[in-house]
């Protein structure tokens, strides 16, 4: 059985960019989940997708938004970069009726200069 | 808001120490509460996980028991390895919009030396 994976896995942009990460989601599952880890930090919520619409986000702004597609792979853009974007960008996967257990691909570590 | 407090570490042990990494929370209703392993350069790993109080998770000689009176679900381990040394995150599932949003800990490094 193949877990969530993830790509790219590291990912250079200077400010103002735009950027888009990819997620598999792991096989079964149908709703994915976006998280940003900052060095040192925990985790936080961007958002989270089911059905291929947005259900549930976190305190991002609107320059982060994302997909769903019909296979439930999924993926994450960020427009105007900043400084502050730089960090390690998770993905989760999570079976039917078990929106709690999220399961984690390994990250895309982005870098803005 | 919901929110998760987690020991400061640090935390440094021989193997075959007792480990002990506290955790709280803070919640409306009732979550379900998580200890997530995170390796240099890796993702997360769901350790355990207790979806209502009393319960207890276990995995790998990792257990948490869910403490509803205390609401914490503090991690132990009676024999650590070297191969523990990573950062662990606690986290609880918010139920309170759509969707369900994991709440994580600033997370504890664990350092275990031979």
């Known amino acids: 059985e193949t877990g969530v994976t993830q790509s790219p896995t590291h990912l250079i942009k200077t400010r103002g960019q735009q950027v888009t990460l990819r997620c598999s989601s792991q096989s079964g599952h149908n709703t994915v989940s976006w998280y940003q880890q900052a060095l040192g930090q925990g985790p936080q919520f961007i958002f989270q997708y089911y059905r291929e619409e947005e259900n549930g986000r976190g305190n991002f702004p609107p320059r982060f938004s994302g997909l769903q597609f019909p296979n439930y792979s999924s993926e994450l853009n960020v427009n105007a970069l900043e400084l502050d974007d730089s960090a390690l960008y998770l993905c989760?996967?999570?079976?039917?009726?078990?929106?709690?257990?999220?399961?984690f691909g390994p990250g895309t570590r982005l870098t803005v200069l | 808001g919901d929110s998760v407090t987690q020991m400061e570490g640090p935390v440094t042990l021989s193997e075959e120490a007792f480990l002990t990494i506290n955790c709280t929370y803070t919640?409306?209703?009732?979550?379900?509460l998580f200890w997530y392993v995170q390796y240099p350069g890796e993702g997360l790993q769901l350790l355990l996980k207790?979806?209502?109080?009393?319960d207890k998770g276990s995995n790998k000689g990792f257990e948490a028991t869910y403490r509803k009176e205390t609401t914490s679900f503090h991690l132990e381990k009676g024999s650590v390895q070297v191969s523990d040394s990573a950062v662990y995150f606690c986290a609880l599932s918010d139920r309170s919009q759509a969707g369900t949003a994991l709440i994580f800990g600033k997370g504890t490094t664990l350092s275990v030396s031979s």
């Open positions: 989760a996967s999570s079976p039917p009726a078990g929106a709690d257990t999220q399961y």
């Open positions: 207790a979806t209502k109080a009393d």
């Open positions: 919640a409306t209703g009732y979550p379900s």
